[in-house]
């Protein structure tokens, strides 16, 4: 299995950023899909979260309004579209994998029940 994530970049504030994360080797369509992140120095935090069919997502309160989650499973990726970027979006942005039938928006936004992590894709937003 492995998740692949790509899109990162150096961009300044207010600016937009797509990053996406491609699957192989899972049935995508059957996992719940997350985007975390790392800033440095820091633990690393939830994001957003997109069922398995696409039709609910869930977003931390710093990114909500800003930032849009969606899926291709035709394609076997996840995306998270990044709109207004702050200095303080400065991170590396992993996505994950959890099996629908035992995880819940919940335990995903809590950083449990994940089986599979991607490798991270750093974003970088100067002021």
């Known amino acids: 299995v492995q998740l692949q994530a790509s899109g990162g970049g150096l961009v300044q504030a207010g600016v937009s950023l797509r990053v996406s994360c491609g699957a192989s080797g899972v049935t995508f369509s059957s996992y719940r899909m997350g985007w975390f992140r790392q800033a440095p120095g820091k633990e690393r935090e939830f994001v957003a979260s997109?069922?398995?069919?696409?039709?609910?997502?869930y977003y931390a309160d710093s990114v909500k309004g800003r930032f849009t989650i969606s899926r291709d499973n035709a394609k076997n990726t996840v995306y998270l579209q990044m709109n207004s970027l702050k200095p303080e979006d400065t991170a590396v942005y992993y996505c994950?994998?959890?099996?629908?039938?035992?995880?819940?928006?919940?335990?995903?936004?809590?950083?449990?029940?994940?089986?599979?992590w991607g490798k991270g894709t750093q974003v970088t937003v100067s002021s």
């Open positions: 997109i069922s398995r069919t696409g039709s609910t997502t």
């Open positions: 994950a994998a959890a099996p629908s039938w035992r995880s819940t928006p919940a335990t995903m936004g809590s950083g449990n029940g994940i089986d599979y």
